[in-house]
Nanobody
Framework: QVHVVESGGGWVQAGGSLRLSCQAS????????MAWFRQAPGLEREFVAG????????YYADSVKGRFTISRDNTKNTVYLQVNSLKPEDTAVYYC??????????????????WGQGTQVTVSS
């Protein structure tokens, strides 16, 4: 059974930073494309950043380029999202997601097969 567990969210003032972590189990992590999505109240879940299993390659939503960095550590079955220069509009529940084995790049919610419960990030102005 696949488990995806996020951690690292919290409250931060605008301009601050956090590091979100996501540990996945029950899958072949080194062969799995991973991503972060977020969902603010009343809005749809949106893609934030992804990292492929091969390469690896990283890709970002335009709204976070230059501020967020995604990385993975296959020895720990963990993907990270370093979030810097946070803005109030970054406030959301951040979700980690995994694709099935050897699937590549994707940005849509329906392309991801396994999801965590989410971690809240709140940015105050």
């Amino acid at each position: 059974q696949v488990h995806v567990v996020e951690s690292g969210g919290g409250w931060v003032q605008a301009g601050g930073s956090l590091r979100l972590s996501c540990q996945a189990s029950g899958l072949t992590f080194s062969g799995t494309t991973m991503a972060w999505f977020r969902q603010a109240p009343g809005l749809e879940r949106e893609f934030v950043a992804g990292v492929t299993w091969s390469g690896p390659s990283t890709y970002y939503a335009d709204s976070v380029k230059g501020r967020f960095t995604i990385s993975r550590d296959n020895t720990k079955n963990t993907v990270y999202l370093q979030v810097n220069s946070l803005k109030p509009e970054d406030t959301a529940v951040y979700y980690c997601a995994a694709r099935k084995l050897l699937k590549g790049y994707a940005r849509t919610v329906t392309d991801y097969d396994y999801w965590g419960q989410g971690t809240q990030v709140t940015v105050s102005s």
